[in-house]
Every structure is written in structure tokens, then in C-alpha cells.
């Protein structure tokens, strides 16, 4: 007997992700944050970045695509941007304590929600592996996805 076909990984993962992406749109809204906006928050992590273009490849985003988020995130006081002492024309990016703040309260209310789903739809001895899964499957570097060798 063959078992039954599966959707392709991709066909999964990107209307969920769509759809839980829209879902974080209200509550990122009630945090001041536009999903750009919390998206190069969460991409600056903990230690500061050396330029916009670092930034951008981090994220996966055209630099000139954050200018703007990056000059309301520094207006606002989320962000900082200051010279690099070894290359001027270069500004480094960091988080300021507000804006780790920003960060951790938005992204408490998207995992609340997420483990509300969760539970409400895989039971619990699912759960942890779905999101050990995840977790390996988002981390791998990109070469590793492309590569077309089993």
C-alpha cells in the first residue's frame, strides 16, 4: 500500500506562515511596530551590527527597503545609530534599552497567541517536537535548503 501523498514542505509552511504573519500585524500594532519594524528589531539581536547592509543580509531585506525604519526606529529611540570609529562613513546599529523593551513585550504577546494556537490545535505531545523541528529547519544555512543532493 502507498501512503498518502503530502503536500510539498513549501506548500505548507508559506500559507501558514502568510497566515500567522497577518495574525501578528494587530499585535504588533498595539506594541507601535510595523512588521519592518519588528522584524529589524528582532534581527539586531543583543549585539550591535555593523551597517545597514549587514543588517539587510541578516534579515533578508534590501537595505534601501529599511532606511526608513531604521530613521523611525532612531527617531523614536528604539534604535541607535552611531559612527563606526574604524570607518566613518559607516554607522553602527544597536538596540537601545527601550527598544529590547519594544522587542520583548511584542514578542511576548506573538507567543502567547502562538501557544494559544498551539494548544488549541496539537495536542501536547506534539507540540515540543513541531517546534524542536522548526526550530533545526529554520536555523540550517541557506546552501544547506538549495542544495538539490539528498
Keep these: 500500500m502507498s501512503a498518502t501523498p503530502r503536500k510539498d514542505l513549501a506548500a505548507m509552511i508559506v500559507p501558514l506562515g502568510r497566515a500567522l504573519a497577518a495574525a501578528e500585524v494587530p499585535l504588533l500594532r498595539e506594541h507601535g511596530l510595523t512588521m519592518w519594524a519588528y522584524t529589524v528589531l528582532l534581527g539586531l539581536g543583543e549585539?550591535?551590527?555593523?551597517?545597514?547592509?549587514?543588517?539587510?543580509?541578516?534579515?533578508?531585506?534590501?537595505?534601501?527597503?529599511?532606511?526608513?525604519?531604521?530613521?523611525?526606529?532612531?527617531?523614536?529611540?528604539?534604535?541607535?545609530?552611531?559612527?563606526?570609529?574604524?570607518d566613518r562613513r559607516v554607522r553602527l546599529l544597536a538596540l537601545t534599552a527601550e527598544g529590547r523593551r519594544?522587542?520583548?513585550?511584542?514578542?511576548?504577546?506573538?507567543?502567547?497567541?502562538?501557544?494559544?494556537?498551539?494548544?488549541?490545535?496539537?495536542?501536547?505531545?506534539?507540540?515540543?517536537?513541531?517546534?524542536?523541528?522548526?526550530?533545526?529547519?529554520?536555523?540550517?544555512?541557506?546552501?544547506?535548503l538549495t542544495d538539490p543532493t539528498p
Excluded: C, M, W, Y
Design 47 to 86: 549585539q550591535p551590527l555593523r551597517s545597514q547592509a549587514a543588517l539587510a543580509e541578516a534579515i533578508g531585506a534590501d537595505k534601501t527597503r529599511i532606511i526608513e525604519v531604521l530613521a523611525d526606529l532612531d527617531e523614536r529611540g528604539l534604535i541607535t545609530r552611531t559612527p563606526d570609529p574604524a
Design 102 to 144: 519594544v522587542r520583548a513585550a511584542a514578542q511576548a504577546a506573538i507567543q502567547s497567541r502562538e501557544n494559544a494556537l498551539l494548544a488549541r490545535h496539537l495536542p501536547p505531545t506534539l507540540r515540543s517536537p513541531f517546534l524542536e523541528a522548526l526550530t533545526t529547519l529554520s536555523t540550517l544555512p541557506l546552501p544547506t
